[in-house]
C-alpha cells in the first residue's frame, strides 16, 4: 500500500507543477488533438474530487477524532490526485475555441488553488490533525474552494446565474398587445435566449457565434451566415435544427431542452419574411402563419377567457370565400377573426352572414371596403366584437351611435372615413372602448380628448426631415469584359444622385451628378449618394467594379491552397465575384503557404496590370495580402518580375468587405503571368489572434 501512495503522491506533484507551468505559459502552447480529447473528459472525472474532498472534510469535522486513520490519509490522497488530474484537464478543454478569457479565468485559478491546498493539505496532515480548529479551518476552506470553483464552472457552462436561478423571482416579459409587438422583439429573441444563449454568448462562443445582439446575429459564425431567406432550407439555422437529434450538429446539443415545433415555425417563418428585425406583428396579413403564431405567445387580449362555445368548423369552411377570410383568433380559442379583401367583391349580405357566427366573432376588418352608415347595424349584432377596423370605408359616422350596443369593443378604426369631431365625441359613453384611430379625417384636426379613451390622430410635423433611401445599382454584372454603362436609379421622384468612381466621399456639390450616361471601362470603386432638398443624404452605397481584359486558358497551382478549400482553378477565372460567406465554395484561401499561380495565355498579349479580387474578414483572419507579385515572360521557367505592391493593412477590426488588389506596371508582351500573394505572417498586437499567421482568400484573377 506504501508504494501505491508513494506513487500517486509522486504523480499527484507532477501534475501540480504541470498545471502552473500550463498556466503561466499557456499563449505558447499548441494542444495536439489527442490531449483534447482527454481535455473533454473534465466534466466526468471533475466529480471525483468533488465528492471524494466533500467525504475526507465531513468524516475530518468529528469532533472526537484526534488523529486521521489510513483509509482517511488515503481518501485525502485520492482527491488530491484527483482534483490535479480534473484541472489539467480542464486546462486541455480551455484551449477549445468559445470560451471567454476573462470569464474562464474565474474558474481557472479557483481549481489550481483548489488542486495546490489539497496537496498541501494532505503533506500537512499529520500536524493539522493534532489540532480541532485546524482541522475544523481547513476542512471548511476546502469546501469553500470546491463551492467556489463548481460554481463558476457551472457558470462557465450554463450561464453565469445557472445556481442561483430556480430560488430568484422570475421576472415576466411585461404582456404587449398585437398591434404593439415587433417580431423579432417579442417572438424570435424570447425563443434564442431560451434555447440558444447558454452556448453563444459573449462567455461561451460556440462555433464562435454570439446571438446576443442584432449584429452578432447577422454576421453569424464560423461555419457562416445563420440563414438565407432564398434557399429552400432557410440556411444555416434551420438547417442545424432540422438535423436527427443523434448528429453531432443538431441544435440544441442532445441533453439539453429542445425546441418545440411551434418554435421552429416561428423561426422559419420569420426568416422567410427576410428576417426583419423591425417587423411588427401588426403589419401581417390577418391570416398569416406568423400572425397566428404570434397570438398564441404574447400577452394581452388573446390570453381572455372567452364563455362563449366554439363554432361549427363546416360554418367557418362554408363563410371562407375568395375575399372573407375567418380564422382562429387564436390556437384552441373560440374567438374568431374576419378579414374583407377585394372591393369590387364586397356585398353587404357578405356581413350580414356572419350572423352564423356572431358570438365567435371578436375581430372585424373591414378596411377599404364600401361600407356605409346603414351596415353599421349589421355589425352592432356581433355581441362579442373587440376589435373592428373601418379605415378608409364610405362611413359618414352619422350611425356610429348603432355601435354602443357593442359591449365589448375596445379597438375602433375610423381613420380615412369622413367623421367628424362631434360625431366622434358620442363614443365617450361606450362602456370598454380605450383606442380609436382617427388619422386623416376631419375629426383630427381638431384638438379631441375622451375621457378614458386614448385618441390616435396619426403624425404631424412639418419641422421633420426624413432621410432619404440609398440609391439603387442596376447594374447585374460587377466583373465586365468590355465598357458598360452605369445604371443608378432612386424610387423618389426628384432625387440627384451624385457619385465618384475614384473612391472619394461624394458631395452635393463638386461630385458629378449622375445623368444615366456615363460608361464604366476599367476597375473603379463607385461611392454614390442620393440628395434632395429638404431631406437628409441618403447613407453611402458602394461598389466594386472589375474590368477583365484577358482570360489565362487555365491556373495552375504553385502552391495548393488550404485542404479545407479544394483547388479549383476555374473559381478564379469565372467572372463570377464571390459573396462575404468565404465557406460558400466560391474562394480559395492559403494561410500557412503563398498563394502562388502560373497563368497561361492562350497568345502573347500586352499587359499592362494585374488585379486579385479578395475578401477581407479580420474577424476570422482574413487579411489583404503582405505582398502582391506579378512575374512575366515567354516560359515558365524564365519569368521575371513585373511589379510588387505592399496593401495598406487595417489598423482596427472592421465589417467584413471585399477588396481587389490592383498591381500595375509598364506594358509588356508576355505569354505567361506568375501571381503570387504572401499572407500577413504575424497579426498585428491590436488583433485577438496577434502573432498568428493570417488568411489570403481570393476569387478572381483579372487581366488587363
Known amino acids: 500500500?506504501?508504494?501505491?501512495?508513494?506513487?500517486?503522491?509522486?504523480?499527484?506533484?507532477?501534475?501540480?507543477?504541470?498545471?502552473?507551468?500550463?498556466?503561466?505559459?499557456?499563449?505558447?502552447?499548441?494542444?495536439?488533438?489527442?490531449?483534447?480529447?482527454?481535455?473533454?473528459?473534465?466534466?466526468?472525472?471533475?466529480?471525483?474530487?468533488?465528492?471524494?474532498?466533500?467525504?475526507?472534510?465531513?468524516?475530518?469535522?468529528?469532533?472526537?477524532?484526534?488523529?486521521?486513520?489510513?483509509?482517511?490519509?488515503?481518501?485525502?490522497?485520492?482527491?488530491?490526485?484527483?482534483?490535479?488530474?480534473?484541472?489539467?484537464?480542464?486546462?486541455?478543454?480551455?484551449?477549445?475555441?468559445?470560451?471567454?478569457?476573462?470569464?474562464?479565468?474565474?474558474?481557472?485559478?479557483?481549481?489550481?488553488?483548489?488542486?495546490?491546498?489539497?496537496?498541501?493539505?494532505?503533506?500537512?496532515?499529520?500536524?493539522?490533525?493534532?489540532?480541532?480548529?485546524?482541522?475544523?479551518?481547513?476542512?471548511?476552506?476546502?469546501?469553500?474552494?470546491?463551492?467556489?470553483?463548481?460554481?463558476?464552472?457551472?457558470?462557465?457552462?450554463?450561464?453565469?446565474?445557472?445556481?442561483?436561478?430556480?430560488?430568484?423571482?422570475?421576472?415576466?416579459?411585461?404582456?404587449?398587445?398585437?398591434?404593439?409587438?415587433?417580431?423579432?422583439?417579442?417572438?424570435?429573441?424570447?425563443?434564442?435566449?431560451?434555447?440558444?444563449?447558454?452556448?453563444?454568448?459573449?462567455?461561451?462562443?460556440?462555433?464562435?457565434?454570439?446571438?446576443?445582439?442584432?449584429?452578432?446575429?447577422?454576421?453569424?459564425?464560423?461555419?457562416?451566415?445563420?440563414?438565407?431567406?432564398?434557399?429552400?432550407?432557410?440556411?444555416?439555422?434551420?438547417?442545424?435544427?432540422?438535423?436527427?437529434?443523434?448528429?453531432?450538429?443538431?441544435?440544441?446539443?442532445?441533453?439539453?431542452?429542445?425546441?418545440?415545433?411551434?418554435?421552429?415555425?416561428?423561426?422559419?417563418?420569420?426568416?422567410?419574411?427576410?428576417?426583419?428585425?423591425?417587423?411588427?406583428?401588426?403589419?401581417?396579413?390577418?391570416?398569416?402563419?406568423?400572425?397566428?403564431?404570434?397570438?398564441?405567445?404574447?400577452?394581452?387580449?388573446?390570453?381572455?377567457?372567452?364563455?362563449?362555445?366554439?363554432?361549427?368548423?363546416?360554418?367557418?369552411?362554408?363563410?371562407?370565400?375568395?375575399?372573407?377570410?375567418?380564422?382562429?383568433?387564436?390556437?384552441?380559442?373560440?374567438?374568431?377573426?374576419?378579414?374583407?379583401?377585394?372591393?369590387?367583391?364586397?356585398?353587404?349580405?357578405?356581413?350580414?352572414?356572419?350572423?352564423?357566427?356572431?358570438?365567435?366573432?371578436?375581430?372585424?376588418d373591414l378596411a377599404h371596403m364600401p361600407v356605409t352608415d346603414q351596415d353599421l347595424s349589421t355589425i352592432s349584432e356581433l355581441s362579442n366584437l373587440r376589435k373592428l377596423n373601418l379605415s378608409f370605408t364610405t362611413i359618414t359616422g352619422q350611425s356610429l351611435a348603432e355601435l354602443k350596443k357593442l359591449k365589448h369593443l375596445q379597438n375602433l378604426s375610423l381613420s380615412g372615413t369622413q367623421v367628424k369631431a362631434d360625431q366622434v365625441r358620442v363614443l365617450e359613453t361606450f362602456p370598454k372602448l380605450q383606442t380609436v384611430y382617427i388619422w386623416n379625417t376631419p375629426a383630427a384636426g381638431n384638438s379631441l380628448s375622451l375621457k378614458n379613451i386614448r385618441i390616435e390622430t396619426g403624425f404631424r410635423d412639418d419641422t421633420t426631415r426624413l432621410k432619404l433611401s440609398l440609391p439603387v445599382l442596376l447594374n447585374e454584372e460587377t466583373v465586365i469584359t468590355s465598357a458598360t454603362t452605369l445604371q443608378l436609379k432612386h424610387y423618389i421622384k426628384g432625387v440627384s444622385i451624385r457619385y465618384t468612381l475614384d473612391g472619394t466621399e461624394p458631395d452635393s456639390i463638386s461630385s458629378p451628378e449622375y445623368k444615366g450616361n456615363e460608361v464604366i471601362d476599367g476597375n473603379v470603386l463607385l461611392r454614390a449618394r442620393a440628395y434632395k432638398a429638404g431631406w437628409i443624404s441618403s447613407d453611402l452605397l458602394q461598389a466594386s467594379f472589375y474590368k477583365s481584359g484577358y482570360r489565362p486558358d487555365t491556373v495552375i497551382f504553385q502552391q495548393l491552397p488550404d485542404p479545407s478549400y479544394p483547388p479549383n482553378p476555374t473559381l478564379l477565372t469565372d467572372l463570377i465575384k464571390g459573396e462575404t460567406n468565404f465557406k460558400n465554395g466560391n474562394w480559395l484561401g492559403w494561410r500557412t503557404t503563398e498563394a502562388d499561380l502560373l497563368l497561361p495565355l492562350q497568345k502573347p498579349s500586352l499587359i499592362s496590370s494585374v488585379t486579385l479580387s479578395t475578401l477581407i474578414d479580420l474577424g476570422s483572419y482574413i487579411f489583404p495580402p503582405g505582398v502582391l507579385q506579378v512575374w512575366g515572360g515567354d516560359e515558365p521557367g524564365k519569368l521575371r518580375l513585373l511589379g510588387e505592391i505592399k496593401p495598406e493593412q487595417p489598423n482596427g477590426l472592421q465589417p467584413v468587405y471585399l477588396r481587389g488588389y490592383t498591381c500595375s506596371f509598364s506594358p509588356v508582351t508576355v505569354k505567361y503571368l506568375r501571381v503570387k500573394a504572401i499572407p500577413v505572417r504575424k497579426l498585428p498586437s491590436w488583433h485577438p489572434g496577434k502573432g498568428d499567421k493570417g488568411w489570403i482568400f481570393a476569387d478572381e484573377i483579372l487581366i488587363n
Open 1 to 364: 500500500m506504501s508504494r501505491w501512495k508513494s506513487f500517486l503522491f509522486n504523480i499527484t506533484i507532477t501534475l501540480n507543477v504541470l498545471l502552473v507551468f500550463l498556466l503561466f505559459f499557456e499563449s505558447r502552447i499548441a494542444i495536439p488533438a489527442w490531449l483534447q480529447v482527454a481535455g473533454r473528459m473534465h466534466p466526468m472525472i471533475l466529480h471525483f474530487p468533488l465528492v471524494l474532498v466533500v467525504m475526507y472534510a465531513v468524516l475530518n469535522l468529528r469532533t472526537n477524532k484526534k488523529e486521521a486513520g489510513t483509509n482517511d490519509q488515503l481518501l485525502l490522497l485520492l482527491a488530491a490526485f484527483s482534483a490535479a488530474l480534473a484541472a489539467a484537464m480542464g486546462f486541455f478543454l480551455s484551449r477549445e475555441e468559445g470560451y471567454e478569457a476573462d470569464v474562464l479565468a474565474w474558474h481557472k485559478w479557483p481549481g489550481l488553488i483548489l488542486s495546490w491546498f489539497l496537496l498541501i493539505w494532505y503533506v500537512l496532515s499529520p500536524r493539522i490533525n493534532t489540532s480541532g480548529l485546524a482541522r475544523w479551518s481547513v476542512s471548511i476552506a476546502s469546501l469553500a474552494l470546491i463551492f467556489i470553483t463548481g460554481h463558476e464552472g457551472a457558470g462557465l457552462t450554463h450561464g453565469s446565474d445557472y445556481l442561483l436561478a430556480p430560488i430568484r423571482p422570475q421576472q415576466s416579459a411585461p404582456a404587449v398587445s398585437e398591434e404593439e409587438a415587433v417580431v423579432y422583439t417579442h417572438l424570435v429573441q424570447p425563443i434564442l435566449q431560451s434555447k440558444c444563449i447558454s452556448c453563444h454568448n459573449s462567455s461561451k462562443a460556440k462555433g464562435e457565434l454570439i446571438m446576443e445582439t442584432e449584429a452578432q446575429l447577422r454576421k453569424g459564425g464560423k461555419s457562416g451566415v445563420l440563414w438565407d431567406s432564398t434557399a429552400a432550407d432557410l440556411g444555416l439555422l434551420l438547417r442545424r435544427i432540422h438535423l436527427p437529434l443523434e448528429d453531432k450538429k443538431h441544435m440544441a446539443p442532445k441533453g439539453k431542452t429542445q425546441l418545440t415545433d411551434e418554435e421552429m415555425a416561428i423561426l422559419a417563418q420569420w426568416i422567410r419574411k427576410g428576417a426583419d428585425f423591425n417587423l411588427r406583428v401588426a403589419s401581417l396579413d390577418i391570416s398569416d402563419t406568423l400572425r397566428i403564431l404570434a397570438r398564441t405567445r404574447l400577452g394581452g387580449q388573446q390570453n381572455e377567457a372567452y364563455t362563449f362555445a366554439a363554432a361549427d368548423p363546416s360554418v367557418i369552411k362554408e363563410l371562407n370565400t375568395v375575399n372573407r377570410v375567418v380564422t382562429e383568433e387564436a390556437l384552441f380559442s373560440p374567438a374568431l377573426s374576419v378579414s374583407f379583401f377585394n372591393s369590387q367583391l364586397y356585398k353587404p349580405q357578405q356581413l350580414k352572414e356572419l350572423s352564423k357566427i356572431k358570438e365567435q366573432i371578436v375581430s372585424l
